[in-house]
């Protein structure tokens, strides 16, 4: 029996090939399947998530595709998968046997291999047929080549072939491997990047740009040679194209961190149409802003890692033995021991090369080598001593994370500084307080390391931030912000004994000062003449679950569970002037045809009837608000941001568990909450202010950034000013609580020749057990 060597298998597929061209023979001669596949080409595009901007969010899907059309793909692109692929594919009629002739003659004289499978013989192969190399195989692939040419246009073929064709990384067609590997559309490729992905299709597996950079540079230097041999570039294109230094993008980069959005809408669609979602090219548009939710990725990533380094470094993360020496081994070795540890974008890994007291060489996941020294070494410098034990000592194969901190004097080359992956947790969620659209959302650090939503799914004691909504509730009980509350020990009839977080008393002080300084104490007995049932039931009209609030006096000090999502919605309420909220997301969900299959109603209009609460009332409380963000517990926020228009207030449970900042300008509301998943104390000196504020301020200044100071709003109907506060104005006469008080009760202003007040005050005894009405 004669044994097929791969010389003679090729001249065996040469003969074969020769007889189909020849003698074509009926398909009956094989068991070949149907060309409807391709004939009636149906891509599997992958479900998509947007910004309402239009940049990608994510794709989800086992192929990555974005369909182009043949008639948007950029020129040169096709004439370089053309130049390295199938010079000859305008000519041939789905074989081409020159091209064979050659490969057959390369095989005979030893000479480098060469592929004979034209453009066509490929997508047959791809779409139809398995990729076992045998004489049969071979031929059913040349006869259904032949057979689809005479079927579709050769722009047809192209055109599915280069949206159909597997590029490594998931990437199907060039659309999606242009994004995967440059991060960025087909029609902004520069000729080198061109040339790289024309390069791809020999082998996606092993030569794409992410897995063998060398490898995949490699062929990219053949396509740019063809392509000048075919003069589809000149020699000067060619020597830039070979100069140029080519900026790959590492395996998860987005230019819009959203994951936790991404996978909320990847719920909801697959939820409504089923697992078919993954591949029909459902499309949805999110309400989030691009440059928004950049600004509050970074906000939160930096506020966190700032946190971070209040605390103790923990150590190295791993550790690898290395060998000796410093040359090509080395960098193999570190290499394959970083492979299992995740890279970041932002703290990225990578392995000690060698360390000392003053600096140490690292190489990092992507193979570049970088030294941190000087403060980049300062928070783990006792890691660095000779005499430090394990598990905290540095030394060589130590897994470290660095960060890039600043740029140094050239401005390029960036300052690296030891970091680590924090345990620690935050939030931030921002939207239109007219619409209640989501302009950005930050479900975590980060979503690989931890998928929770802490925006939507965490329920954490809201603290001090709750208090504003209280005192909401109690202007509808007569009490204005100029009546004084007694900032006094208070001790409850069960016993209870809260304090302020100062640890000072300041006597009788205004409901104003009580709200910009927070106190817990005059908060307490702002709640106890309210009602705790009352106050409860005012918290769901910003959007807050009742059920969830205690009913008793630890209510003053946010006792209860809110998320931060509820608590944005919240202080939206607040911002728009008293309407209630309803946050959106999801905008709109489009088929791989652009027809609408779902949208979010536009926002209810914004009537009497319609308000959460009175317009005076949310009027006042944003008076309250906007001292707080100016001379309160949050003057930083209108300090650093340099403008009036803010409004907000801080947040801190018992012993520091949960920080918040919780606030507005009236374009734009947002809740941010810092804690750890597993609850347990941030740290002695920590707070909202100290934690929250920094990074919600961060995100608000990129967020405003070219929007006007707004104007104060005019007072609305039924307020009156009274001395240097507002007063509701039934009450400019008398009958409004003027002092909450442990010794003398309740106390309703009088004014001269009014009686009112005299009644309310009799009233109040009575009601004490004082006196009779």
């Not at 722009?155 to 949206?163: A, G, Q, S, T």
């Not at 540079?217 to 075919?230: D, H, K, N, S």
């Not at 990225?348 to 600096?359: F, H």
């Amino acid at each position: 029996m004669l044994q097929l060597t791969p010389r003679r298998t090729v001249l065996a597929l040469a003969f074969s090939a020769a007889l189909i061209v020849a003698f074509p023979v009926p398909a009956s001669t094989f068991d070949l399947p149907s060309l409807d596949r391709i004939v009636h080409y149906q891509p599997k595009l992958p479900l998509q998530v947007y910004t309402a901007d239009g940049e990608e969010i994510a794709q989800f899907g086992t192929e990555r595709r974005d369909y182009v059309p043949l008639s948007r793909m950029p020129m040169q692109l096709q004439q370089a998968v053309l130049a390295v692929e199938d010079a000859r594919f305008r000519e041939h009629s789905g074989v081409d046997p020159k091209g064979m002739a050659r490969a057959v003659l390369a095989v005979i004289t030893g000479g480098r291999k060469q592929g004979a499978s034209t453009i066509t013989q490929q997508l047959v192969r791809t779409m139809l047929l398995t990729r076992e190399f045998s004489a049969e195989r071979k031929a059913k692939e040349i006869w259904l080549a032949l057979k689809l040419e005479d079927e579709i246009s050769k722009d047809r073929i192209l055109e599915i072939y280069m949206n159909e064709i597997f590029l490594g990384q998931r990437a199907y067609g060039f659309a999606a491997a242009s994004q995967i590997y440059f991060g960025k559309p087909l029609d902004k490729l520069s000729l080198a990047e061109t040339a790289m992905l024309a390069g791809l299709p020999q082998n996606p597996y092993y030569a794409n740009p992410v897995a063998n950079f060398e490898r995949a540079t490699q062929r990219q230097r053949v396509v740019l040679e063809r392509m000048r041999a075919v003069d589809a570039i000149d020699d000067k294109q060619l020597a830039a194209a070979r100069a140029e230094k080519l900026v790959i993008r590492t395996p998860g980069t987005r230019s819009v961190h959203a994951a936790h959005v991404a996978e909320m809408a990847r719920r909801a669609v697959v939820e409504r149409f089923g697992t078919e979602a993954y591949s029909s090219g459902l499309r949805v548009t999110t309400s989030l802003r691009a440059a928004d939710q950049r600004a509050a990725h970074t906000a939160v990533q930096r506020g966190v890692l700032a946190f971070e380094r209040r605390g103790a470094w923990r150590g190295p993360e791993d550790t690898e033995s290395l060998p000796s020496g410093n040359g090509a081994e080395l960098e193999r070795a570190a290499a394959e021991a970083l492979k299992d540890h995740r890279d970041d974008e932002t703290l990225r890994v990578g392995i000690v090369l060698s360390a000392s007291p003053t600096a140490l060489e690292v190489q990092l996941a992507s193979g570049e080598r970088i030294t941190v020294q000087g403060e980049g070494l300062r928070w783990a410098q006792k890691a660095l001593d000779a005499k430090a034990k394990a598990p905290m000592k540095v030394t060589r194969g130590a897994i470290v994370r660095v960060v890039a901190n600043g740029k140094a004097k050239d401005k390029k080359t960036p300052l690296w500084a030891i970091s680590q992956w924090p345990e620690a947790e935050a939030a931030l969620v921002a939207l239109d307080p007219q619409t209640g659209r989501v302009r950005a959302l930050v479900g975590g650090f980060d979503f690989t390391n931890q998928p929770f939503n802490h925006v939507t799914q965490g329920w954490r004691q809201p603290g001090s931030a709750l208090k504003p909504l209280l005192y909401s509730a109690a202007l509808e009980a007569r009490v204005m912000p100029a009546t004084l509350v007694d900032d006094l020990p208070f001790t409850a009839a069960n016993g209870w004994s809260p304090n302020n977080a100062s640890g000072e008393h300041l006597g009788p002080i205004s409901v104003r000062e009580a709200l910009k300084r927070s106190s817990n104490l005059a908060s307490v007995r702002v709640l106890q003449h309210t009602g705790t049932q009352p106050a409860r039931e005012w918290t769901g009209r910003f959007g807050l679950d009742v059920a969830r609030q205690p009913n008793d006096l630890t209510l003053a000090l946010g006792t209860g569970s809110a998320t931060p999502l509820q608590m944005a919605q919240a202080y939206a309420t607040l911002a728009n002037g008293g309407w209630p909220v309803a946050p959106v997301v999801i905008e709109k969900i489009s088929d791989a045809q652009g027809k609408v299959l779902f949208e979010a109603p536009a926002a209810s209009p914004l009537t009497e009837e319609t308000r959460a609460i009175p317009a005076r009332n949310a009027y006042v409380v944003g008076s309250l608000l906007n001292d707080v963000a100016r001379a309160g517990t949050a003057a930083r926020a209108q300090a650093l941001l340099k403008r009036p228009d803010i409004y907000g207030k801080t947040g801190t449970t018992n012993d520091a568990v949960d920080a918040w900042f919780a606030g507005y300008q009236p374009s734009l509301a947002a809740a941010v909450w810092v804690g750890y998943d597993k609850p347990r104390s941030l740290g002695g000196g920590e707070s909202g202010g100290r934690i929250a504020l920094p990074i919600w301020i961060d995100y608000m200044g990129a967020a405003l950034k070219g929007v006007p100071v707004a104007q104060p709003p005019a007072p609305p109907e039924g307020l009156v000013r009274d001395g240097e506060d507002w007063l509701y104005a039934e009450w400019h006469d008398g009958g409004w609580v003027s002092q909450i008080s442990d010794t003398s009760g309740v106390q309703y202003k009088t004014n001269l020749g009014s009686e009112i007040g005299k009644v309310f005050n009799s009233f109040g005894a009575w009601l004490r057990g004082e006196s009779r009405p």
